[in-house]
């Protein structure tokens, strides 16, 4: 994912879904060991629920 779709991707969990900082920072620790998609990780860790985990990736296909 280039740097500028990641950037929009973080400003849409922070502004959209009201996910904190924090939240982010969580998932983004365990992409470095897992390498798998940062809005899965998201819900892996239960910090998206799946109507959430869905308007991410609606998002995505959009953006």
């Given at each position: ?27 983004e ?35």
């Amino acid at each position: 994912m280039p740097p500028v779709s990641y950037c929009r991707l973080i400003r849409f969990l922070q502004e959209e879904l009201s996910l904190s900082q924090d939240s982010i920072a969580i998932a983004e620790r365990s992409l470095k060991q897992n390498h798998g998609p940062l809005p899965m990780i998201l819900w892996q860790y239960g910090l998206v629920t799946l109507e959430e985990l869905n308007r991410i990736f609606d998002w995505l296909e959009t953006a």
